[in-house]
């Protein structure tokens, strides 16, 4: 079989992306040559000019449908459920922020936070990474390759620059 064809076959069957190292273990290749067929594949794709093609999403890769397509296949598809403002909220302190607590969430919003960033854990948008030095040394909280998936960034540096000056976070 050719490696070209395992490796979409790979791409199409992966439920999360996959780095060109974890290709070319999986095909028993070199990581640079499994990045060369990758690069290659994606830009048969874009020649072909078809509904799918290649995505570099959260340090690795995906076989995707074409965002143009997006609203014909949303009349096809049930979408997950939505995140409340209040998840929302907590998801941009946490993706700004990290590693950030629970009551550095609260000071910021103003409103306890426990609820909302139990939603986000459970849909693994946001997961534990570490502990707090301090008395009673609490969760500090990140996002996950979920969320990088979810917001169709490569990585966190991807996100937006947020808004000057900000409200007054002063000791958070």
């Known amino acids: 079989m050719e490696i070209k064809a ?3 076959g790979l791409l199409f069957l992966a439920t999360e992306p996959l780095s060109a190292k974890e290709l070319a273990e999986r095909l028993g290749i070199e990581e640079s040559t499994a990045e060369e067929l990758v690069q290659e594949l994606a830009r048969e794709y874009e020649a072909r000019e078809g509904a ?8 690795g890769y995906r076989l ?12 096809h598809h049930e979408p997950p459920s939505k995140l409340s ?5 907590v998801l941009a302190i946490v993706a700004y922020r990290q590693p950030v607590t629970r009551s550095q969430i609260d000071q910021i919003r103003g409103v306890r ?18 502990r707090a030095e301090g008395p009673g040394r609490p969760i500090l ?25 900000l409200p007054n976070t002063q000791g958070v």
Request: hydrophobic share 40%; charged share 25%.
């Open 6 to 8: 395992a490796l979409e």
């Open 52 to 59: 799918l093609e290649i995505v570099r999403l959260g340090g």
């Open 64 to 75: 995707c449908t074409k965002p143009e397509l997006g609203p014909l296949l949303a009349k």
């Open 85 to 89: 403002p209040a998840a929302l909220e």
């Open 113 to 130: 936070s426990e609820r909302a960033l139990a939603s986000l854990v459970e849909r693994d948008l946001v997961t534990e990474v570490g």
């Open 141 to 165: 909280y990140g996002t996950t390759d979920t969320f990088l998936e979810t917001f169709g960034l490569n990585a966190l540096e991807d996100l937006p620059p947020l808004p000057s000056p």
